[in-house]
């Protein structure tokens, strides 16, 4: 298994990058996108977060951008398809995704 984590479990332009190299370099043949329930950035707004290490930290983030989620589903099921339709990842990978729930530990497969 080729893991890749970040914050909100995004596929960013460097996710994308990464899975190229795996699909082609690593026989990656399988993908799964999966958040997780009790998600900072599925709680938060962008705005509050940068105000947060702003005031406990005394750091300015706005030049970031954290991509928060205000539906978890929706993004997932935009990041799924972003990968099914992206050129350069190698064609025959399956693209799924699904939700963790922290709580109790199960996987439950999202539609996408």
């Known amino acids: 298994a080729k893991i890749i984590r970040n914050a ?3 596929v960013t332009e460097d996710v994308l990058r990464i899975l190229v190299l795996g ?3 690593l026989g990656v043949d399988r993908i799964l996108v999966m958040p997780h329930t009790d998600c900072r950035m599925a709680k938060s707004e962008e ?3 940068h105000a947060t290490i702003k005031e406990q930290f005394d750091v300015d983030t706005r ?3 954290f991509r928060t ?3 978890q589903i929706r993004a997932l099921a935009i990041d799924v398809q972003r990968i099914r ?3 350069l990842i190698r064609k025959g990978v399956s693209v799924a995704g699904a939700i963790y729930d922290v709580s109790n530990g199960s996987v439950s497969p999202v539609d996408c």
């Open 8 to 10: 909100g479990a995004r």
């Open 23 to 25: 699909t082609y370099l």
């Open 47 to 49: 705005a509050e977060i």
């Open 63 to 65: 030049s970031l951008e």
């Open 69 to 71: 989620v205000s539906d």
């Open 85 to 87: 339709s992206y050129l």
